[in-house]
């Protein structure tokens, strides 16, 4: 079969922030890009952040970068590497600057310069009070980035491929990565795209959970695709758990909320955090934050019939500051839960958030490989940017406002990298029909019907799975149960089908290739979570309850050929100013 080809000189898969940064850095410098995307552009999951961006600004309150740093290895529970933390902080302001000037209308104090609000983890002076670094846009940051950054591609041509899935990378036999095979959702038609350089910019996998803050979209595809291609994914053991989802629904609330003034309570209506974190209090690191809810609701001292959840209150702010500064969330408390957040306090839990492993990238956005056991070696050509890709800025625990960043610098990092390879390697690389007709059976499978195992029903056991083996606190016994009930899942999915109607519509199809990208991403979550004997950031072992810096102060990489796992140095040594050794972590 002669697939149609379409030939670029990057394909971008991607159209959240992370993609869109990059892809118009790119387009700016006069490169041919393809930007596909399973959704409309600016419905990628980065439209719906709330809270802000981070950068040392000092507009509000005084700061800089090195003191942003600091918060951001410690927020990693020193498991990021400090090279690449050390060039996202530097480069935040004008990170920030730049969306001023593409358009972003960021809310501003009464002189005028970019507001800035109190957020999770934030210090000045090396650990010492609050600081104020969170540059928003109301409570609709993402929103206001993502459109912006969308309208600048148009203006510079970039080349839109708007509901397009990629099913899989294309790979020469030397390794090379040559392109992606994709489908058009609307009429089922496949083409390759060719191209000299690859960004994978596919966002997270919040998905793999039952409740999660995650768009539907969010299943890990471009994770997948790169274990398929042979490439490890780092540290997929640490999963952030958002201290403030709407209970039972995942909705999220943001750290804004707190930022605002807002905290949390137990039954006793108790201002809990106080004993968990005496300094910061509500502003604690996410992961303290959610273990100490977690920690409340296991004491018995949650709050509702069923004990499962505490209070977010904001009852005694000024209730005009809220319509200002938090409308959106007060608009969704109204629509889902029918209560006024300026009068009423909303119902929280701990909820699946963010993916800090991924596809492991240098800070120049290249996919980075162990080569042989030996040193790491760059893919050529092939670049990873956003929430899929571990580069690693967050290490064992992301800070609030921090993914906003960690994507626009990244995204912008990656491209200008790009733009380099691309003035050295003029030419593509001959694709064998053979290479590009390999991935045509990963969707073939899928024209097969008949009554086996559910798409849907496989989906929800696994997010049901993953919540109850892998969730808030780990022990040895609880994750060994998971593998097998994840193993089980990946078996059982060899049986299923798309159910025997007449017509088997397209997004049948690529539901079911999402959800095998979740299985295999699934497994690798809680492989490396089981082979993790220690506590450090998200990751919470009851049996293993201290970090062991001699033993594990080393980041994870999961291998799908074997299901084995290997573990490579973090790179503790910054760009130009002293490391940050480990130290207790308190707040
Ligand atoms: C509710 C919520 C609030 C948040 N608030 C904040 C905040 O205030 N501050 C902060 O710093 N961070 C926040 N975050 C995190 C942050 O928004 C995300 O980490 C970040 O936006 C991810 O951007 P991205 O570009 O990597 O991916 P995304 O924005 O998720 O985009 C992924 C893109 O990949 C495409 N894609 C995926 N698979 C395929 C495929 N197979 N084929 C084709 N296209 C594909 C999708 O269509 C989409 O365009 C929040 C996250 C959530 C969920």
Known sequence: MNLPRRKFDTLIIGAGGGGLRAALQLSQADARVAVVSKVFPTRSHTVAAQGG??????????????????DTVKGSDYLGDQDAIEYMCRAAPQAVYELEHFGVPFSRQQDGRIYQRRFGGQSRDFGGEQAARTCAAADRTGHAILHTLYQQNLRAKTHFFDEFFAIDLVRDREGYILGAFVMEIATGEVMIIEAKTT????????QLFRTNTNALINTGDGMAMALRAGIPLQDMEFVQFHPTGI????????????????????????????????QAKDLASRDVVSRAIAT??????????????VLLRLDHLDSDMIRKRLPAIRDMVLTFLHLDLCDTPAPVAPTVHYTMGGIPTNRFGQV??????????????LYAAGECACVSVHGGNRLGGNSLLDILVFGR???????????????????????????MARLARWDKRGEGESIDGLRTELGNVMEDYCGVFRTEEILKEGISRVEELVRRMDDATLKDHSRIFNTARVEAMELENLMDVALATVISAYSRKESRGAHSRMDYPDRDDLHWLRHSLYFREDRSIDYKPVRTKPLSVDAFPPKARTY
Not at 62 to 70: G, L, Q, V
Not at 199 to 206: D, H, K, N, Q
Not at 296 to 309: F, L, N, Q, V, Y
């Open 53 to 70: 961006v981070n950068a040392a600004l000092a507009n509000v309150l005084p700061d800089n970068w090195h003191w942003h740093m600091f």
């Open 199 to 206: 960004l994978i910019a596919t966002g997270g996998v919040g």
């Open 247 to 278: 209970a039972g629904k995942g909705m999220l609330i943001s750290e804004g909320a707190r930022g605002e003034g807002g905290f949390l309570v137990n039954c006793e209506g108790e201002r809990f955090m106080e004993r968990y974190a005496p």
């Open 296 to 309: 409340e609701i296991r004491g018995g001292r949650g709050c509702g019939p069923g004990k499962d959840h």
């Open 368 to 381: 980075v490989v162990p080569e042989n056991q030996g040193p790491e070696e760059t893919m050529p050509g």
């Open 413 to 439: 990092a990656a491209a200008n990298h790009i733009i380099g390879y691309l003035a050295e390697n003029r030419y593509h690389r001959p694709m064998s029909d053979e290479e590009a007709e390999k991935s």
